[in-house]
């Protein structure tokens, strides 16, 4: 890495102590907590502290597939690799590795590498990875949902998609405007809150970004399109939003029905056409 820069082996050297010690305070935990529910068991293991680099390297091509555990219980993630290594775009879920690329990575990962490892430890490492990955997957395509609602319940040739405006000299996405093309004259920003404590934060964000808007396109509507599961605090989040940029507010939850209605409506609030 350039001078002054940190590289994984940086940050981890900075809280290895930290960590050492909660492992203690948590073995003795959970030894204390659960007395009656703790058995010894034989497992297999894979024994990293015996396995030469090159034999590291051969594995992760015949089987590419080990790499996301592998990483994992060495407390690397993809961006760290692509950040030391100078690898772009690696896939730590299918990965497709060539000899110096594998050669590279097992180099690389080796020294955080446990002694050892149980292999059902590393199959729920994954498994937990790979579960979050797909939730997250299926998270992110809530803002597509929303998008294909509004094109649904729009009318005529109106088509909403992804644009960026730009504002003082600063450039901002919007998860769904009208037109496609040309001058924006109307712009949802699309935000899917999940935690309360998140919910100020985002709040400001929809502010800014709606004066900013307003500043650019005086004669545009902005509306707020958002995912907050906690319905009984949706007034208060209508009245955080209250701005004279803002023309409409509007909530739903994962289900189609939710999405359907909570676009038809809000489109109907900014008075644009629909079927």
Not at 47 to 72: E, G, Q, T, Y
Not at 171 to 187: M, Q, V, W
Request: proline share 5%.
């Amino acid at each position: 890495m350039p001078q002054g820069y940190s590289t994984q082996a940086d940050y981890i050297a900075g809280v290895s102590d930290a960590a050492a010690e909660r492992r203690a305070e948590l073995h003795e935990s959970i030894r204390a907590a659960f007395p009656d529910y703790i058995e010894e068991r034989t497992v297999e293991v894979v024994l990293f502290a015996h396995m030469p680099v090159d034999d590291l390297a051969r594995a992760l091509i015949a089987f590419p597939l080990v790499l996301k555990p592998l990483l994992a219980v060495a407390n690397l993630a993809a961006r760290a690799v692509e950040r030391d290594l100078g690898i772009r775009n690696l896939n730590t879920y299918r990965p497709k590795l060539d000899s110096n690329m594998a050669s590279a990575i097992a180099g690389y990962v080796k020294p955080f590498l446990p002694n050892y490892a149980e292999i059902p430890t590393l199959l729920t490492i994954d498994q937990v990875e790979f579960m979050d990955k797909e939730i997250r997957k299926q998270k992110g395509r809530w803002e597509q949902r929303i998008t294909h609602a509004l094109n649904k319940a729009a009318t005529g040739d109106e088509r909403f998609k992804k644009r960026k405006f730009q504002a003082q000299g600063e450039a901002f996405e919007l998860d769904a405007a009208y037109p496609e093309t040309g001058d924006i004259s109307l712009a949802i920003d699309v935000k899917r809150i999940e935690a309360r404590r998140d919910i100020h934060k985002r709040c400001d964000e929809i502010v800014n970004k709606a004066a900013k808007f307003k500043a650019t396109h005086p004669d545009g509507r902005f509306a707020a399109f958002l995912y907050y599961p906690f319905i009984d605090e949706h007034v208060n989040v209508q009245n955080r939003l209250k701005s004279e940029h803002i023309d409409a507010v509007s909530f739903a939850s994962d289900s189609p029905e939710s999405i359907e209605n909570a676009a038809r409506m809000l489109l109907a609030e900014l008075r644009v056409n629909r079927r």
